[in-house]
């Protein structure tokens, strides 16, 4: 059975393109080139792939990667919101155009990355589940992949505990790396801060800070701020304040105490769902990486939109971030806060 497995050069993708050889897949490496200066990095995934000699594809993406995700995300900072580019970029991008791509134009019957993610049948459906490694788990970020391709996709370094076994395998096998450094940046910000590439891409444009009622300061762009923010307002206030709201049609942040942070209820848009709604019974709610899962009460179609009543209050529900449900160990889809 023909496998195209995603090369990035790094440990988790060139140990799972190995272990996947080594299971008698056959097996060809895809890398897609989704900006300027990325190319360097990928000629690592070529030495990858000549190490453990199979065909490579390099897929130049850039065009569509600006289109729907950087020019996506930008547009997005610009009205106050929050967006999570790597969850979009992996519905669009790398479970979207090059999983058709590699299915239609290579022939792959199976699809493979180097994500901390499983799979599993779950009331008579195959759902992604959580990693074993729960430090590194990324199941969160797939929430919004269509669900009719999870059968065709496979997760080799899903299955173990720890990042360290994926690297001894990798140096006991003799796999060509680089050093990686962990990183929870965008790979689009190319090594500058969130701060430093919203400076350099969108102009500022002043507004009004307000608590209660009161015009307190200014700032110089609704882009360089996001809900729960504290840190960064240099406003002597007299005690600790949070942006609890920003209106981007009167461009004005708003700020209260962090109680005021606090929702029972949220909205979301393009709810995306890997079990069938009918199938879900004790749904929990996470609505941001690395969160508490909290248990849903209600979810309930509203227009366009879903809104959802949580079994507790959550903090810093953000516009712009994904809100994804599990049920036990399994995924069960995901949408983008609304607000």
Known sequence: MKVAIALSGGVDSSVSA???????????????????GQEEILKQAQKVANFLKIPYFLIDLRETFKREV?????????????????????????????????????????????????????KNHVLLKISRNREKDQSYFLSLIPREIIPNLLFPVGVFESKDEVR??????????????????????MGKTLKEYLK?????????????????????????YTIGQRKGLNLPLGKPLYIIRIDS????????EEKELERRDLYLEDLNFHLP???????????????EKIPVKDLQKEGDAWRVVLEREA???TPGQVCAFYESEY???????LS
């Open 18 to 36: 190995l272990l996947l050889k080594k299971e008698g897949y056959d097996v060809l490496g895809v890398s897609f080139l989704l900006f300027n």
């Open 70 to 122: 950087i020019e996506h995300f930008l547009r997005e900072y610009s009205r106050g919101k929050t967006p999570n580019p790597c969850a979009l970029c992996n519905r669009i991008i790398k479970f979207g155009v090059l999983f058709e791509l590699v299915k239609n134009n290579f022939g792959a019957e199976f699809y493979a990355t180097g994500h901390y993610v499983e799979k599993g049948h779950y």
């Open 168 to 189: 001894k395998i990798a140096l006991q096998e003799g796999l060509p790396l680089y050093q990686e450094r962990e990183s929870q940046d965008v790979c689009f910000f």
């Open 200 to 224: 350099e891409h969108l102009k500022e444009r002043e507004g009004e800070i307000i608590y209660q009622g009161k015009v307190v300061g200014r700032h110089k762009g609704i882009h360089f």
């Open 249 to 256: 049609e009167t461009n004005r942040i708003y700020l209260g």
């Open 277 to 291: 709604l009918k199938f879900w019974e004790n749904p929990k709610a996470q609505i941001r990486y690395r969160t």
């Open 315 to 317: 903090k810093r529900v």
């Open 331 to 337: 995924l069960l889809g995901g949408g983008i806060i």
